[in-house]
């Protein structure tokens, strides 16, 4: 049971390249999370499926697309990378339920650096 | 809207030393409250949680208290260890969020030896 898995853990792209995020759970969840991680900001939801075939945008979906390929995996892709896109990137994945909350289980992350 | 305050770090305190991170938080209704920890180099983890009013959340040795009246969720260990030191995240979840956490900005702890 490996949990949330995610590739790669670390990239380093020139600004306009493009890149996929993959994000795997074998959990059986059926909503998954892409999140950034910027220094004293916490962490940014940049969007979320709740069930498999549907997506949704969080705070900061500017520069970003997602497919929810499967129930065990959500990609996270960016079409032209910019600097401000530099940051630690987590997935997570939960049972969801509309009126009640389960816990969030996190990857270890991808740290991306756009120069 | 939704929001979650915590303390700024880092915090740093020495080994055996009390601990209390503050985090107090907006919401209408009765959100859920929970507390994730980040270990260096690693993914978040659920610490603790708490879904309503008066209970407490416990894990690890560390434990906070759901205080609807202050609107508060602060994080209290009794004597923390050099393997304590992490990022502590205070989040909640609410209907009006649609059941997304809502994260505050998180508190570096750092115990010295």
């Known amino acids: 049971n490996a949990g949330v898995t995610q590739t790669p853990k670390f990239q380093v792209l020139k600004t306009g390249q493009s890149m996929t995020l993959q994000c795997a759970q074998d959990?059986?969840?059926?909503?998954m999370y892409w999140y950034r991680q910027d220094p004293g900001m916490g962490l940014r939801l940049i969007y979320y499926s709740a069930s498999e075939g549907t997506t949704d945008k969080g705070e900061v979906p500017n520069g970003y697309n997602v497919s929810r390929l499967n129930k065990r995996e959500f990609s996270l892709r960016l079409e032209s990378a910019a600097p401000s896109q530099t940051s630690v990137y987590f997935c997570a994945s939960s049972v969801h339920r509309t009126s009640v909350f389960y816990e969030q289980y996190f990857g270890p992350g991808t740290r991306l650096t756009v120069t | 809207g939704n929001s979650v305050t915590q303390m700024e770090g880092p915090v740093t305190l020495s080994e055996e030393a009390f601990l209390t991170i503050n985090c107090t938080y907006t919401a209408t209704g009765y959100p859920s409250l929970f507390w994730y920890v980040q270990y260096p180099g690693e993914g978040l983890q659920l610490l603790l949680k708490?879904?309503?009013a008066d209970d407490k959340g416990s894990n690890k040795g560390f434990e906070a208290t759901y205080r609807k009246e202050t609107t508060s969720f602060h994080l209290e260990k009794g004597s923390v260890q050099v393997s304590d030191s992490a990022v502590y995240f205070c989040?909640?979840?609410?209907?009006?969020?649609?059941?997304?956490?809502?994260w505050g900005a998180g508190t570096k702890l750092i115990i010295k030896p």
């Open positions: 708490a879904t309503k």
């Open positions: 989040a909640l979840s609410s209907m009006d969020s649609n059941y997304q956490l809502i």
């Open positions: 959990m059986n969840h059926n909503s």
